[in-house]
């Protein structure tokens, strides 16, 4: 290490051109890209091998970081008797497949950040997600994990080993696609029916989507429906499937999981109701979710694409990957010690959130016609923001987001209107000229992080939509 580095430490992921990759860096962690050099160490010192796979505006990704991976302790243990190597998944999107794969089979679900200890032949034999660094009550520590596995690895290797195999050759059996002599493969309206009925399973009726939070947006459902009813429309599931996919784009419209104030929507929520997001935005979730047909969903598809062209695109034509969940809050917030410097600790959502102070200050005009009632009062009502923040804590679980408000439609712009004695076009102009405002409020914010990967695939998706767009 330079002398002249501002950095206590500093691997060899400094040489790498991953956003993600370069964010650990600095990390206690002697950690290694993907590659040969990371398999031969494995194998020539005969030590199992700690995979992390992620991407750069992964929240829980940042958690695990700034718990456990700048945590010296920790960081000695993995360096110590594990070699660890880094993945970022957008980078490596088959690296993440496979071992997605066998997580998801082992633990009932996956996610980011994936941790995956694998032989030095690349076997897995363990895997999970997110770890704190110590205990919890419903989830065991990185520490524990680690200590472990060490142990199994020296005192029980075989039935380690053993037990990798049996999940590896499970999966393989499970996955295999085969067919007796003879036998045809089903009809692609067999097929369709069958997804349908699957979807129709796990649908939920009161705010739309799939099974319970944290609820995703998955497109690709939605896509499937609108085309299932394309070749069905007479049918009662094709208009079944219809009103699956339209109702759950108008409550994901209403939500807190749509950018009110400066457009796009972010990755997932955490609650059933689409109300609370994880705040990131990804550029394929933009380009899949931009559907034109009723005003309101062309106003969603403008609205996308005016996020997507202002803060997710290159000069040369091109568009950026994601942007972060976490900033540094507006007010500073708290400091941390990186490598003998102060630095500002990020927050989720401090881009995005608003306290009912702040409203109130932006917007004391009294409204004229409303009997006394401010421009704040007809805000905050439409857009459910309330004195002591509206985020529920079940879906804070790190105290970030405490007295704070998430925009979220809850009336009708007629319904408001009423409610204050308005016109509706009153109530809309009101609304429109404060989220305006808003957008200039944020821009005076310290922004998240940008990753500026360009993916080929997820450039297509934006490029495709825009074509079809501008076709209608």
Same mark, same amino acid.
């Given at each position: 290490m ?56 992964c ?5 695990? =970081?700034?718990?456990?991976?700048e945590d ?36 009932? &679900? ?22 704190p ?27 380690? =080993?053993?037990? &990798? ?32 009925? @699957? ?26 429906l ?22 759950t ?30 705040? =990131?935005k ?10 034109? &047909? ?33 900033s ?11 490598? &003998? ?9 401090a881009?995005c ?31 459910g ?9 079940? @879906?804070?679980?790190?105290?970030e ?16 209107a ?9 109530v ?16 005076t914010?310290?922004?998240?992080h ?23």
């Amino acid at each position: 290490m330079s002398m002249a580095s501002p950095h206590k430490h500093t691997n060899r992921l400094s040489l790498e051109r991953s956003p993600y990759l370069l964010q650990h860096a600095h990390n206690p962690v002697d950690w290694y890209p993907w590659g040969k050099e990371a398999f031969d160490k494995a194998k020539s010192e005969d030590k199992p091998i700690f995979l992390s796979v992620g991407y750069s505006t992964c929240h829980w990704c940042h958690v695990m =970081e700034r718990e456990s991976f700048e945590d010296e302790e920790i960081g000695k243990i993995l360096s110590d008797n594990f070699v660890c190597i880094k993945v970022d998944r957008e980078e490596r999107p088959d690296v993440d497949k496979v071992y997605m794969t066998f997580v998801q089979a082992t633990c009932g &679900g996956g996610g980011w950040p994936m941790s995956v200890w694998l032989t030095p032949d690349l076997r897995p034999f363990i895997g999970g997600t997110y770890f704190p660094p110590t205990d919890h009550p419903q989830r065991p520590g990185l520490k524990t994990v680690l200590t472990r596995i060490l142990q199994q690895w020296q005192n029980n290797r075989p039935a380690l =080993e053993s037990n &990798g195999e049996k999940i590896l050759e499970a999966l393989k059996k499970g996955t295999a696609v085969s067919a007796n002599p003879g036998e045809t493969p089903p009809s692609a309206p067999d097929v369709a029916q069958r997804c349908f009925q @699957q979807l129709a399973h796990s649908y939920e009726e009161e705010y739309g989507g799939f099974r319970d939070a944290p609820k995703f947006p998955t497109p690709v459902n939605l896509m499937f429906l609108m085309s299932f009813w394309s070749v069905n429309r007479c049918s009662s599931e094709g208009g079944e499937a219809l009103q699956m996919a339209l109702h759950t784009l108008r409550m994901m419209a209403l939500g807190g999981i749509h950018d009110h104030v400066a457009q796009g929507f972010h990755r997932y929520s955490t609650d059933i109701s689409w109300h609370v997001p994880h705040f =990131e935005k990804m550029l394929y979730d933009q380009a899949q979710l931009a559907v034109s &047909g009723e005003q309101l969903f062309a106003d969603v598809a403008k609205d996308i694409l005016l996020y997507v062209s202002r803060d997710l695109s290159d000069k040369s034509g091109g568009f950026y990957s994601a942007e972060d969940a976490d900033s540094v809050p507006a007010s500073g917030g708290p400091e941390k010690k990186e490598g &003998g410097a102060d630095k500002m600790e990020k927050r989720e959502g401090a881009f995005c959130v608003w306290t009912a102070a702040e409203v109130r200050d932006l917007f004391p005009e009294v409204v004229e016609g409303s009997s006394g009632a401010t421009q704040a009062d007809v805000f905050m009502h439409h857009y459910g923001v309330k004195e002591l923040g509206n985020v529920d804590p079940e @879906q804070d679980p790190h105290g970030e987001l405490g007295g704070q408000n998430v925009l979220i439609v809850r009336y009708s712009v007629e319904l408001t209107a009423a409610r204050f004695g308005l016109s509706v076009d009153r109530v809309s102009e009101l609304l429109s000229a404060a989220r305006a405002k808003m957008a200039d409020v944020r821009k005076t914010r310290p922004r998240p992080h940008l990753d500026t990967k360009m993916l080929a695939s997820w450039n297509g998706n934006v490029n495709w939509f825009k074509y079809r767009f501008t076709l209608k």
